[in-house]
């Protein structure tokens, strides 16, 4: 069994030490991401050992087993996770081949905090048992589960789901919700309005991996948008805060999906959004950019990805990105990355 483990920056503190660290209004701290592997020679029990222990020092106190009823992979078992924290919210992308997770009532009474998490669904399939209810999730599906209560997940499959954890108390402090008005183990829909925030918590978990600063200038909406989960779940109205929040990730989406358009303006933007130009502003309202500049930074990553990935020539990437010209490409391409596209795509290839 072989074992790694590595924080991104910022910060030089120690990340375990974070990981452990619980309650609202920390700093972002980095992300822990870790790998465990299964060696030659060794024993199962070991290599989930060691998985177990990584799990419990991410999350809370638990059990983590082999399934008995799904064969390990001939390469043997092999989990990753990457974890980081945003103010009181836990974003992790965790996933392994197959193997069962139990919360009993003594893993329960050994931890020091209540938690609500939301697992998204991204890869393979998982059974979550929670008392009663059974709730099944596939990718872009999502559920939430409490920690104070006995359950398991089976994960049948190779796997990958994205967790977000929240104290119960913070939780109670933003929305007025307690546990028992939450509703927990039901499949909730990769559709409609759940689906757009179930799609920013697993587009903020892949960039955390990768670009963690990045992942932390976006993650200020995450505990807002967590609560509109919970209260579009519920079937609420939302506050004027979490309606704020959820407007500002569909508006975020929509720009995403469009910003290949050289016609998308402001005006377009906010009709595609179907709320008014004034509306679509104040959605930005505590944001240091607008949607123009959100759309040109947008087109720049979208160029970026096309520079770096083919051997497009730079007129076509210009127009591919949403560019009416490609001298205005060339003027906001170096304005936002501080070089030239050509300088940007001669450059070496980064290391994963």
């Not at 590595?6 to 920390?26: K, L």
């Not at 050992?49 to 809370?60: D, H, K, R, S």
């Not at 109205?237 to 929509?254: G, N, P, W």
């Not at 087109?299 to 990437?317: N, Q």
Request: glycine letters at 8%; proline letters at 5%; one cysteine or more.
């Amino acid at each position: 069994m072989s074992a790694r483990e590595e924080t991104c920056p910022p910060g030089e503190r120690s990340n375990a030490e974070a990981v452990r660290q619980r309650g609202g209004g920390a700093a972002f701290q980095g992300v822990r991401q870790l790998e465990v592997r299964a060696g030659e020679g060794l024993r199962e029990a070991e290599t989930f050992g060691a998985w177990e222990a990584a799990m419990v020092e991410t999350y809370f106190p638990l059990a983590v087993s082999p399934l008995a009823e799904a064969p390990t992979p001939s390469s043997g078992f092999h989990g990753s996770l990457a974890h980081g924290r945003y103010g009181a919210v836990d974003v992790t992308v965790v996933g392994a081949t197959p193997q069962r997770v139990r919360l009993t009532d003594s893993l329960i009474a050994a931890a020091p905090d209540e938690f609500l998490l939301a697992s998204i669904c991204t890869r393979g399939r998982g059974r979550l048992r929670l008392g009663d209810r059974v709730a099944e999730i596939g990718p872009g599906e999502m559920v939430f589960f409490p920690s104070n209560r006995k359950l398991h997940w089976d994960f049948g499959e190779r796997w990958e789901k994205t967790v977000l954890q929240v104290p119960v108390d913070v939780l109670r402090e933003r929305s007025g919700c307690t546990l028992d008005q939450v509703r927990t183990g039901l499949t909730l829909p990769r559709q409609g309005a759940i689906g757009v925030v179930s799609r920013f918590f697993t587009n903020l978990a892949d960039l955390q991996r990768h670009k963690p600063d990045e992942a932390a200038l976006l993650a200020n909406s995450a505990l807002d948008l967590l609560t509109t989960a919970v209260r579009l779940s519920a079937g609420e109205i939302l506050t004027e805060r979490s309606a704020l929040a959820f407007a500002r990730e569909r508006v975020h989406e929509f720009i995403r999906a469009h910003c290949a358009d050289p016609g998308l303006t402001v005006d377009r933007i906010a009709e595609g959004c179907m709320m008014s130009r004034r509306s679509l502003y104040r959605v930005f309202d505590e944001m240091a950019d607008g949607p123009g500049t959100l759309l040109r930074r947008l087109r720049i990553e979208r160029a970026a990805g096309l520079l770096a990935e083919s051997a497009l020539p730079i007129a076509v990437v210009a127009t591919a990105s949403g560019f009416s010209s490609e001298s205005h490409f060339y003027r906001a391409f170096r304005h936002e990355m501080g070089t030239t596209p050509a300088a940007f795509r001669a450059r070496p290839a980064q290391p994963e």
